[in-house]
């Protein structure tokens, strides 16, 4: 399966997920929701904010330009909110899926269907 597929059909396919990219550790976007651009420098401190879960609580995440303030994070996943919305990043052992969600969808709706491609994703290596 391409990473697309995985965008389209896994992610934003799920009808849970509104947006959402998978990008590597390494730099780089592997696929995305046409139109949802991550910029280098989002890119960066969300790998970033992975190592040092303090510094991304304190300033929130910036996806494609949008600022949420961030609820949860550690070494595996951050959670965010942006009034009724949200997002859902998760690293996997060579990749972040970064995913948003919109209301009516809960965060918990959300959070499964991203956690459990990342559980599967990290199943087969990547």
Avoid: H
């Amino acid at each position: 399966m391409s990473w697309q597929a995985y965008v389209d059909t896994n992610l934003v396919g799920s009808g849970k997920i509104s947006k959402a990219a998978i990008i590597g550790l390494a730099g780089g976007v592997w696929a995305s929701t046409p139109g949802y651009t991550l910029s280098a420098e989002e890119q960066k401190a969300i790998i970033a904010g992975f190592n040092d879960a303090t510094a991304v609580q304190g300033s929130g995440v910036r996806l494609a330009g949008q600022k949420f303030f961030v609820l949860q994070a550690n070494p595996r996943s951050i959670y965010g909110k942006k009034q009724a919305d949200g997002c859902v990043l998760v690293k996997t052992k060579q990749a972040v899926l970064v995913t948003e969600y919109t209301s009516p969808t809960q965060a918990s709706e959300a959070t499964i269907i991203v956690e459990s491609l990342a559980d599967y994703l990290i199943g087969v290596g990547y």
